[in-house]
């Protein structure tokens, strides 16, 4: 038995047909899964509700985009600049990297106007945010738990600090499953450009204690999107078949023996592998996009910038991809904020416009939810003595939900005079997330997985709330 084992690892490692662990085990979809719910997995019983949503492009400005320089504009900034920061608002409070230094007001470094009908205030670092101002509705009263990059970025995927759970994207994809059976149901994709571009661990898509088949896929920018997705030099798809159906049958037989719905399962992701050597190389096709797409997005296919992720991301959602999720790393403007906020706001603010007006267009957008923010947000208060900086802040900060049941041009919640604590409306982290849910038709009280004893769901066993006001 053991010769058989080691031939059959030799027969695969020298095939050349790997396509990464990762990839594979998310395209699995097991017979157990099909049996409960769609043709391409899902849960029996989901959704409870009517469904809103059908996916979700989450753009995640990572590092915590200042919610002061973008859409929670405060005269009194302005008036204080300079002068102590009220003891009455910072006394006793997490403070990232000013704990125990002299706290000064921080003017906002840009001007702030109304636009569209509706009169959203949007800062002159988003001109075209501010074109689309009647499109999304701004939440200025998030509040988060965790005051350091890495553990927010867990928290905002999964609702925990704890490292090991399962993500938004997993949670989505595990209860109604994908709408293609050719390309994961949850991708990733990251860009990069701003200061102190922070790491993002592969752990962040994780599935947690979900099946792995459920853990999001990182797509490359640059190159293949998936490693080894191409058949290798003077292979032909046919023999490419005849392999994978070699492959599945040694499975097969094997199976008869040990009874695995694992080997079943990885039959499935052969299969699944051979599909996406056509649909992945035609997805990053982009000869058949128009110029003035293009041009709108600002894209150069193939660069790797958050401009072409976004094309993608449009891509992908066409073709049935449930959870999309785009990092933009270099938000955390500790020093040169101004500067750097001109930097990332060039690079993610038109592709941005883009990519609703190109939703809009093609009637997606009215099925799709688009949600913008980073981990949290930044203090009133300047990190830098003679520049300008500001430090993480969790107490308040805002982000914005556009698309399918939500209502556009409009804004949720407040915080106080200087942008410190979310007052009005206060919305947690949890909230947004069975906020998400609700929209997809998922009620997060009754959507959990028994896990150590505890019945365990994307919004934790702590209480949250649909916020219900923001919904159309």
Same mark, same amino acid.
């Given at each position: 038995?053991?010769?058989?084992?080691?031939?059959?690892?030799?027969?695969?490692?020298?095939?050349?047909?790997?396509?990464?662990?990762?990839?594979?085990?998310?395209?699995?979809?097991?017979?157990?899964?099909?049996? $409960?719910?769609?043709?391409?997995?899902?849960?029996?019983?989901?959704?409870?509700?009517?469904?809103? #949503?059908?996916?979700?492009?989450?753009? @995640? &400005?990572?590092?915590?985009?200042?919610?002061?320089?973008?859409?929670?504009?405060?005269?009194?900034?302005?008036?204080?600049?300079?002068?102590? +920061?009220?003891?009455?608002?910072?006394?006793?409070?997490?403070?990232?990297?000013?704990?125990?230094?002299?706290?000064? @007001?921080?003017?906002?470094?840009?001007?702030?106007?109304?636009?569209?009908?509706?009169?959203?205030?949007?800062?002159?670092?988003?001109?075209?945010?501010?074109?689309?101002?009647?499109?999304?509705?701004?939440?200025?009263?998030?509040?988060?738990?965790?005051?350091?990059?890495?553990?927010?970025?867990?928290? &905002?995927?999964? $609702?925990?600090?704890?490292?090991?759970?399962?993500?938004?994207?997993?949670?989505?994809?595990?209860?109604?499953?994908?709408?293609?059976?050719?390309?994961?149901?949850?991708?990733?994709?990251?860009?990069?450009?701003?200061?102190?571009?922070?790491?993002?661990?592969?752990?962040?898509?994780?599935? $947690?204690?979900?099946?792995?088949?459920?853990?999001?896929?990182?797509?490359?920018?640059?190159?293949?999107?998936?490693?080894?997705?191409?058949?290798?030099?003077?292979?032909?798809?046919?023999?490419?078949?005849?392999?994978?159906?070699?492959?599945?049958?040694?499975?097969?037989?094997?199976?008869?023996?040990?009874?695995?719905?694992?080997?079943?399962?990885?039959?499935?992701?052969?299969?699944?592998?051979?599909?996406?050597?056509?649909?992945?190389?035609?997805?990053?096709? +982009?000869?058949?996009?128009?110029?003035?797409?293009?041009?709108?997005?600002?894209?150069?296919?193939?660069?790797?910038?958050?401009?072409?992720? *976004?094309?993608?991301?449009?891509?992908?959602?066409?073709?049935?991809?449930?959870?999309?999720?785009?990092?933009?790393?270099?938000?955390?403007?500790?020093?040169?904020?101004?500067?750097?906020?001109? #930097? @990332? *706001?060039?690079?993610?603010?038109?592709?941005?416009?883009?990519?609703?007006?190109?939703?809009?267009?093609?009637?997606?957008?009215?099925?799709?939810?688009?949600?913008?923010?980073?981990?949290?947000?930044?203090?009133?208060?300047?990190?830098?003595? $003679?520049?300008?900086?500001?430090?993480?802040?969790?107490?308040?900060?805002?982000?914005? +939900?556009?698309?399918?049941?939500?209502?556009?041009?409009?804004?949720?919640?407040?915080?106080?005079?200087?942008?410190?604590?979310?007052?009005?409306?206060?919305?947690?982290?949890?909230?947004?997330?069975?906020? +998400?849910?609700?929209?997809?038709?998922?009620?997060?009280?009754?959507?959990?997985?028994?896990?150590?004893?505890?019945?365990?769901?994307?919004?934790?066993?702590?209480?949250?709330?649909?916020?219900?006001?923001?919904?159309?």
């Amino acid at each position: 038995m053991f010769d058989q084992i080691l031939n059959r690892r030799t027969f695969l490692s020298s095939s050349g047909v790997g396509l990464g662990s990762a990839a594979l085990s998310n395209l699995i979809f097991s017979d157990q899964l099909q049996a $409960g719910g769609t043709e391409t997995g899902g849960q029996a019983g989901l959704p409870h509700l009517p469904q809103k #949503i059908k996916r979700v492009i989450f753009l @995640c &400005m990572a590092g915590g985009p200042s919610h002061l320089e973008t859409f929670d504009y405060k005269p009194e900034l302005e008036r204080l600049h300079g002068q102590p +920061m009220p003891e009455s608002f910072t006394a006793g409070q997490p403070i990232a990297q000013l704990q125990g230094q002299e706290l000064k @007001c921080q003017k906002p470094l840009t001007k702030f106007g109304k636009y569209g009908e509706s009169g959203q205030l949007i800062s002159d670092f988003l001109p075209w945010h501010q074109k689309m101002a009647d499109d999304f509705c701004v939440v200025k009263s998030l509040v988060t738990e965790q005051i350091n990059h890495d553990p927010a970025h867990t928290f &905002m995927n999964t $609702g925990t600090a704890i490292s090991g759970r399962p993500s938004m994207g997993s949670w989505i994809t595990y209860g109604l499953g994908s709408e293609t059976q050719d390309l994961p149901g949850f991708v990733v994709m990251t860009s990069v450009g701003g200061r102190n571009p922070q790491p993002i661990a592969s752990r962040q898509w994780s599935s $947690g204690f979900l099946p792995s088949q459920y853990q999001g896929v990182e797509f490359s920018s640059t190159g293949d999107p998936v490693y080894y997705v191409r058949p290798p030099q003077g292979v032909t798809l046919s023999q490419q078949r005849q392999l994978v159906d070699a492959v599945n049958e040694l499975n097969r037989h094997r199976n008869q023996s040990i009874q695995n719905p694992e080997v079943d399962a990885r039959i499935a992701a052969y299969e699944m592998a051979f599909r996406m050597q056509t649909s992945v190389p035609e997805l990053m096709d +982009m000869s058949g996009e128009p110029k003035h797409i293009l041009d709108m997005y600002g894209a150069t296919p193939g660069d790797g910038s958050y401009a072409s992720n *976004c094309l993608l991301a449009r891509r992908l959602a066409e073709r049935g991809v449930r959870f999309i999720q785009l990092y933009h790393r270099g938000w955390d403007h500790h020093g040169g904020l101004e500067r750097y906020m001109n #930097i @990332c *706001c060039d690079l993610t603010d038109k592709p941005t416009y883009a990519l609703i007006q190109d939703l809009k267009l093609r009637g997606m957008l009215d099925d799709t939810l688009v949600i913008w923010g980073g981990e949290f947000g930044r203090t009133p208060m300047s990190q830098e003595k $003679g520049g300008t900086g500001r430090d993480h802040h969790i107490k308040g900060f805002s982000m914005w +939900m556009a698309g399918g049941g939500v209502k556009g041009g409009t804004s949720y919640g407040a915080t106080d005079e200087l942008g410190y604590h979310a007052v009005e409306n206060v919305a947690h982290v949890r909230d947004l997330h069975a906020t +998400m849910l609700h929209l997809f038709g998922i009620d997060h009280n009754r959507f959990t997985v028994k896990f150590q004893g505890l019945d365990l769901g994307l919004t934790g066993v702590e209480e949250a709330h649909v916020i219900k006001d923001i919904l159309s």
